[in-house]
Structure formats: structure tokens, C-alpha cells
Nanobody, 121 residues
């Protein structure tokens, strides 16, 4: 059973930084891509950043230049370095993985449990 476990959320002042981590484990055959989504109260979940396992990245416009996504293939992990945080970044951040499990021949979307990021003014 593939699982994604996140860590690194918390409370930070505006202008500060946080680093989120997410590790995938359990019956993985291949990781195609991993990414981070966020959902603020009353809003839809949105893609923040995504990285393919070959290294291609894409970012939501509002985080470009402030957030950096990276991965560690050996650890099946993805990271999100968030700098110059703004109150608008406050949300629950979810790790997502497009992963082929050993029990299937196709990719499955997996989600972490979510980690709260709160930016105070």
C-alpha cells in the first residue's frame, strides 16, 4: 500500500520561510511525478508545484520565484522550499504522487494527509 507522509508545516510570519517534505513508501514500482497542492478555507484545491521524476517542474503563477520544488529519487521524496511567504499562502498543503504501484499496471494518484501552513501578518 503506497503511502505519502508529509512534514514541515507550521506557523510563520509574513516574509518568512518554511520547507515541506513528503516521502512516498510501500509497494512502489515507479514514480512518474510528485507535487504539492493547497486548499485555503472556502477555496478549491489548487496545484502549487509539480515535478516529474525526470526533473521537469511547473509552478502556479503566484509562487513563481518564491517556491522551489525538488525531489530525491533515492528517498522517493519531494520537497517544497517556500520563501517570502505571504498571508495569501495560508492553506492546508497536500502532497500528491502519480505513482505506479507494484499491484497495478497503471499510475494511481495518491495523497498525503495534509499539513497546515499559516502565515501571520
Amino acid at each position: 500500500q503506497v503511502q505519502l507522509v508529509e512534514s514541515g508545516g507550521g506557523l510563520v510570519q509574513s516574509g518568512g520561510s518554511l520547507r515541506l517534505s513528503c516521502a512516498a513508501s510501500g509497494g512502489i514500482y515507479k514514480i512518474n511525478a510528485m507535487g504539492w497542492y493547497r486548499q485555503a478555507p472556502g477555496k478549491q484545491r489548487e496545484l502549487v508545484a509539480r515535478i516529474t521524476w525526470s526533473g521537469s517542474t511547473n509552478y502556479e503563477d503566484s509562487v513563481k520565484g518564491r517556491f522551489t520544488i525538488s525531489r530525491d529519487g533515492a528517498k522517493n521524496a519531494v520537497y517544497l522550499q517556500m520563501n517570502s511567504l505571504d498571508t495569501e499562502d495560508t492553506a492546508v498543503y497536500y502532497c500528491n504522487g502519480n505513482i505506479i504501484p507494484r499491484t497495478a499496471d497503471w499510475a494511481v494518484q495518491y495523497w498525503g494527509q495534509g499539513t497546515q501552513v499559516t502565515v501571520s501578518s
